[in-house]
């Protein structure tokens, strides 16, 4: 499997941004991910502070 170019820190911030109305499609686009991407890190990190994400 490849390794994220995102570090587990980064992943909260772009999550962030869905919460703060960005539309979904233009976030995945700027950070060169898909949509199932995003929704999987949703699912898994959505609600969890930079600092809970890693590990």
């Not at 960005?22 to 949509?35: E, H, L, T």
């Amino acid at each position: 499997m490849k390794a994220s170019k995102l570090s587990d820190v980064q992943k909260p911030f772009i999550l962030k941004q869905g919460n703060d109305g960005v539309p979904v499609a233009d976030i995945c686009r700027k950070a060169g991910i898909s949509q199932a991407t995003y929704f999987n890190w949703k699912k898994k990190y959505d609600g969890l502070l930079p600092t809970e994400c890693a590990g």
